[in-house]
């Protein structure tokens, strides 16, 4: 069975310094992974996707995400706060062999930017 | 292109109230489904369907019906309102193949009262 775990469900940082918000998986295949955010009474938006490509992935807005088959990680990473970055992160997986499988969650992550 | 319409946005019902929400895409997607939030437990899928006449339940179904007579349209059926089925609920949508983005609506506030 597949499933995600987000390790913190809140994390707070300052304008300025890096963030990460940590993601672990379980599937039995090479899964899709994705990391969504979502603002405020808004809807989710993609942030970025693993499709067993680079390992290393690029999204909007500077964040960025390395998937570690070894680690079953997929860690989203940005170098910079912003106080728009404040928001909730979800963590999503699909598995690939699966074909029309739905989207497992993962519980969210709420990040907090300090001024 | 509107991408995922979902109606209403916001709605209070009473105990025992039937209602449906409505979902809509124009990216003629095969794949859609219906997921509701609530309060540190992230998105819990509710049904899904892989296209036109095909269903099937997810996580969470009880309490809730769906059908999908179109492509386009997804609607979500409460046939009897309870207060555990406040929520915000998300239609979501995609082309069906893994690693597709899935694109999702607004959602929709429910309050059962």
């Known amino acids: 069975a597949q499933s995600v775990t987000q390790l913190d469900s809140h994390v707070s940082v300052s304008e300025g310094t890096p963030v990460l918000l940590r993601c672990n998986y379980s599937s039995s295949y090479s899964p899709s992974l994705f990391w969504y955010v979502q603002h405020p009474n808004k809807g989710l938006q993609l942030l970025l996707k693993?499709?067993?490509?680079?390992?290393l992935v690029k999204g909007i807005n500077g964040f960025e995400a390395e998937f570690k088959k070894s680690e079953t990680s997929f860690h989203l990473t940005k170098p910079s706060a912003h106080m728009s970055d404040a928001a909730e992160y979800f963590c999503?997986?699909?598995?690939?062999?699966?074909?029309?499988?739905?989207?497992?969650f993962g519980k969210g992550t709420r990040l907090s930017v300090i001024a | 292109n509107a991408g995922v319409t979902q109606t209403p946005k916001f709605q209070v019902l009473k105990t025992g109230q039937s209602m449906t929400l409505q979902c809509a895409q124009d990216?003629?997607?095969?794949?859609m489904s219906w997921y509701r939030q609530d309060p540190g437990m992230g998105l819990r899928l509710i049904h899904y369907s892989v296209g036109a006449g095909i269903t099937d339940q997810g996580e969470v179904p009880n309490g809730y019906n769906v059908s999908r007579s179109t492509t386009e349209d997804f609607p979500l059926r409460l046939l009897s309102a309870a207060p555990s089925q406040t929520s915000v609920y998300f239609c979501?949508?995609?082309?069906?193949?893994?690693?597709?983005?899935?694109?999702f609506g607004e959602g929709s506030w429910l309050t059962v009262v």
């Open positions: 999503v997986v699909k598995p690939l062999a699966s074909g029309n499988t739905p989207l497992v």
């Open positions: 990216m003629n997607h095969e794949y």
């Open positions: 693993y499709t067993s490509a680079a390992t």
């Open positions: 979501a949508s995609s082309a069906g193949l893994s690693g597709n983005t899935i694109y």
